[in-house]
């Protein structure tokens, strides 16, 4: 069983998982991320993968295997088929609890982008207790206006 963001997910469907993880020895539990919210729109958080993978999880009692971020299983494959030096890879993305994350977890450089999932105020929060190597306002932040150089 394969849990990915699922906009009609419903409970037929969390119950065929259900029975299918309960009932076929060797299925196996896979979740692509464990994101507790998706921005699908600008103006407002909806429910993420999380929320689908945590209800198969509570009514089955079993932990996934989780294939997307932060999980090593991206970069281990990455690192040893094209002979990459962890050293040299800086992880970019939006989201502290998965991007940043994945970077810090693995032995990669972080860099934390203002422009989507995180916002600064989050970012500096007493709370917060995942800390990027770098972080700026937007991706755009990299690229020289040739007119100001």
Known sequence: VIVGFD???????????QLCINEIEGC????????AVTHLTDAQEWAGNGSMVGAIKGCTGVEP??????SPLMIDYLCDKLKLERSRICMVGDRLDTDVLFGTDNGLQSL???SGVTSEDKLLSSENT???DYYADTINDFF?????S
């Open 112 to 114: 934390l982008v203002l």
């Open 28 to 35: 196996e539990f896979v979740a692509t991320n464990l994101d």
């Open 130 to 132: 995942i800390t990027p």
């Open 144 to 148: 020289l206006d040739s007119e100001s």
């Open 65 to 70: 295997t989780v294939v997307g971020k932060p």
């Open 7 to 17: 906009r009609r997910v419903n409970y037929y469907k969390i119950q065929y998982a």
